[in-house]
């Protein structure tokens, strides 16, 4: 059977530079009936579980380490056995929510992982965070931004670790290049296009941040 992609949202807060929000996070979970990869373990791990199911979880992968995308990571991987793998220039990042335990692995750009059959190649894409990564899927027409590339444009780069040009320059370089086509699955809110997002970048550089 070939990879699906299923989705939940779970709910918490998100916590850098000593403020707090309410959000909403995707979590996207790439599988088949058999075995599954979790995309950004948010807020409930018990409810990221029961999702999966009785599927072996292949792995956890963290597109970046803001709060809001690995508060559950480390009780995943409890409960599943599965590794938790980030992007190392994160890790500072990650310390700052899990200083006593450290990820399993480490993601870098080019580096394929394989679920169900289907292939996803790591992309870094720093500016949201310096470790940012996103996922591609070409067989499933997809890619998973985590919150680099949103509907309407880049993820926030006004706090601690983030950069602007950088995020620019990723989705230029990185994102804008993938078929227009290919569904943009965000970490926040609704999934959009490549298509739908390209035409807008020089508002974007325009409007800055």
Do not use: K, Y
């Not at 990869?37 to 199911?53: F, N, P, R, T």
């Amino acid at each position: 059977m070939t990879a699906r992609v299923g989705h939940l949202t779970t709910s918490g807060t998100f916590s850098l530079d000593g403020g707090v929000w309410e959000v909403d996070n995707n979590v996207w979970l790439v599988g088949d009936e058999h075995e599954v990869l979790v995309v950004d373990a948010a807020h409930d791990a018990e409810a990221i579980a029961a999702a999966v199911g009785g599927r072996r979880v292949v792995a956890i992968v963290c597109t970046h380490a803001h709060d809001d995308h690995i508060d559950a990571a480390p009780a995943l991987a409890r409960l599943t056995g599965a590794p938790v793998l980030l992007h190392p220039a994160d890790l500072p990042l990650w310390r700052l929510t899990h200083p006593d335990r450290a990820p399993d692995g480490e993601l870098a750009d080019g580096q394929v992982l394989r679920v169900a059959g289907t292939e996803l190649t790591v992309l870094h894409t720093p500016g949201h965070a310096p470790g940012a990564v996103c996922l591609h899927a070409p067989a499933l027409g997809t890619v998973f931004t985590g919150d680099t590339l949103f509907q309407g444009g880049p993820g926030a780069t006004g706090r601690s670790f983030s950069d602007f040009p950088a995020i620019v320059a990723s989705i230029r370089e990185r994102l804008l290049t993938l078929p227009p086509e290919t569904v943009v699955r965000t970490g926040h809110g609704e999934s959009t296009t490549i298509g739908e997002e390209a035409p807008h970048l020089e508002e974007w550089l325009a409007r800055g941040h």
